[in-house]
Structure formats: structure tokens, C-alpha cells
């Protein structure tokens, strides 16, 4: 079975606001995968250069890049961090992407362009910017789903947690999310010592509330974020996580093993042993 490796990119694939040589920044609109060692078109926001023209779909595959009219750059080994950059660039100049059509081999490669737009649909996106060990965690608003009761990050102060951001349309964040209601059970001893918030980025509470109802996802918080939060913890892609130690400060950004994040900080604080 062919393994899929789906990240919902939205930055640096999108206008963003921000500025490189006072310049703003654009993209052409689409969100990215990874399948196997290629790196595949997933989604066409819709308004955007990319939904405009038409010369790019779902499933196309992309096998370099360029700007404007310099030589092309090899995207090898499936790797979105070599390719998110150069999308990047200057709102209405060119990118040249080389692709392969859905369905053809390698044969069938072509060229083609496209000036970077404004993408308006995804506008609430962070700069991509990860906070750094020892930062203040932002005190953001969330909306607690079960009953739509309003509290701040800053309500678990005392206690680690582990921040999650997902969405109901987000494929990788499935099953991300589906492991997140282990780790009560595989750590007893976190228990009154860590809270798990799973934060919605979804665009209204309504759509989340059903997803979690429906997957049985009820061993995390569940909370759902605005636009404000997914700027202050500059997420530009899901799902991302953060480790926050009980005063407050980031203890890691996107860690590859989150429990083990977490039972060093239990072990290092309180001298908890976490078996």
C-alpha cells in the first residue's frame, strides 16, 4: 500500500502579509502532499492564480521548481522543506513549476507558469515562524466544544501542556488526532499533571463539534481557535503541536515524540516517574 505523508501546507503557497525587500509576499494557491518521494498537488484553493488558470490539478506530481528565469531546482526525495521556499516571492512575479500530469509517467513532464497572487481564502494564516524554546506561550482565547464555554491557554498554567492543531478537513491530522486520545491511557501518571488540548482550526465550532462526536474523540480538550490564535502560534501548516511547560513557556515546537517531550519535563520539574 502506497504510504501517504499529507501535510496541509498553506504558507508560503499563498499570500501571506508579510514583506522580503518591502515587498509582499504571494503564491500561486495550492496545498501540497507528499506520496512516496513526490511531492503531489492536493487541493486548488479556489481564487487563486493556480484555480485561475487551470494549468495545474489534483494528483499532478512536481518535479522542479523555478523563479521567474533562473535554471530550474530539483525537488528530490518527496522533501516539502526544499520546495515551500521556492514559492515563495514578490506578489506578480513568475514561478515555473515542472510537472507531471495525474496519471502519466515521467515522460509526460511539462512547464508551466504562473505569477504569484493574493490568496484571500487563506489570509489567517500564520508566518510559519515556530516560537522557540523558553518563549511566553501566547495566552490565547479558546472556545471549549463541549459547551461552547470561552476560556484562555492561561487557565492550565501550573500544568504542561500539549497544544495540538488540527482540522476536520486536514488528512494528516486524523490521524495525529486519533493518536492524541492515547496518550491518557498510555500515561496514567500524567494525569492531573498535563492537558492534552486538541485546537480546532476549523472555520466555524459547529464542524469540529461533529467530527469529535462522530470519531469518538472525547480523551483530549477539544477547544476550536480563531484567527487570532493560529497568527500568535504563526502556524502555517497542520497539524502542529507545541509542548508548554507549567509556567507558561514553549518547551518544544513540532517534536517528533511528543510523550517523550512530556515525561522529560514530568521527570525534570516534579521528579515524577513515569513508567
Known sequence: MRILKYLAL???LTSVAA???GEELGGIGVVLGVEGQSIVVKHILPDSPAATQKD???GDRIIAIAQDKEPAVQIQGGKLAQAVPLFRGPKGTTVRLTIVPFGEDDSRVRVVSFVRGEVKELSRWGDGVLLTNGMKAPDIEMVELTNGTPERLSDYTGKIVVLEFWATW????????????TYSGKYPDWKGNVVLI???VDDNEDAATKHLKA???DQTHNVWIGTDAIKAYHIEAIP???VIDRQGKIVAA???DIAAIVNHELQRRSGIKVN
Open 198 to 200: 486538541a485546537a480546532s
Open 56 to 58: 495545474i490539478h489534483v
Open 240 to 242: 502542529s503541536a507545541y
Open 19 to 21: 514583506e522580503v525587500r
Open 215 to 217: 470519531n469518538g474523540w
Open 254 to 256: 513540532n517534536p517528533e
Open 10 to 12: 498553506v504558507l508560503w
Open 170 to 181: 486536514c488528512g494528516p491530522c486524523q490521524q495525529k488526532m486519533a493518536d492524541f486520545q
